[in-house]
């Protein structure tokens, strides 16, 4: 027999339902699109057998440092470390009064990321079995990125002007022949993060090298 509809509906369907709707739709978490990322894992894929360690400054949550380290491990890349650097607690105040004083830029467009920390980042690591990344917390305005060398691949993404202009020299100095540097937000048409590109473009010329910007807003540089 049937069940009574009444009684049917008020215990079963509407608490199923209301199960269905609070659960909430798939988002994308990536700063990269799809081609960026496939892009991304070509070079990972490339610097396989070139000299040195891998690095991400600038990671917050980790979705891109988790999906990276799932790619190299499914490739079975060899056993490399991947440093994972951020102050995981936004942007620091220094790197945002230049903006403010120096680029004509607002302090509140630079309060992202905040909702962050060191524990929930390793925890991620943690949950997903990615035992070859080693966390570290600091200021890279304030740490010597050379002693992390030599590196096969870097990806640098810290997007305002003054710690990308203070990285790129300490990473080229620790970059093997044949490694890659990737800056993201080489967009100068991005109000908010143009001083990645003002950084990219002027370590460029520095060292006499034209800039290339791939995919909208990936910087490359590459060592011979």
């Known amino acids: 027999m049937f069940p009574d509809l009444g009684e049917f509906m008020d215990d079963v369907a509407v608490p199923a339902l209301a199960r269905c709707a609070s659960v909430a739709p798939i988002e994308y978490v990536y700063q990269f699109n799809p081609p960026q990322l496939v892009f991304l894992c070509q070079l990972l894929a490339d610097v396989q057998s070139v000299t040195g360690n891998l690095v991400e ?16 491990d499914g ?3 060899m056993r490399k470390k991947y440093f994972a650097i951020d102050t995981f607690a936004g942007f620091v105040a220094e790197d945002i009064q230049y903006e403010v004083a120096r680029r004509h830029k607002t302090a509140e467009m630079y309060d992202a990321f905040q909702d962050n920390s060191l524990d929930a980042f390793e925890a991620s690591m943690r949950k997903h079995a990615v035992s070859r990344v080693e966390a570290i917390q600091c200021d890279v305005n304030a740490y010597d ?13 810290v997007d305002l002007y003054r710690p990308i202009k203070k990285a790129l020299p300490e990473l080229y100095a620790a970059l093997s022949p044949g490694g890659v540097i990737v800056v993201d937000d080489c967009n100068p048409m991005n109000f908010y993060w143009d001083g990645a ?28």
């Open 57 to 72: 400054v600038g990671c917050a949550h980790g979705h891109s440092t988790l999906f990276f380290n799932r790619y190299l």
């Open 75 to 77: 490739i079975r890349f």
């Open 145 to 157: 990125l050379e002693s992390l060398g030599p590196l096969c691949f870097a990806l640098l993404d």
């Open 197 to 224: 590109y003002q950084a990219y473009r002027e370590f460029m010329q520095s060292q006499g090298m034209t800039p290339k910007v791939v995919h909208g807003k990936l910087g490359l540089i590459t060592k011979a």
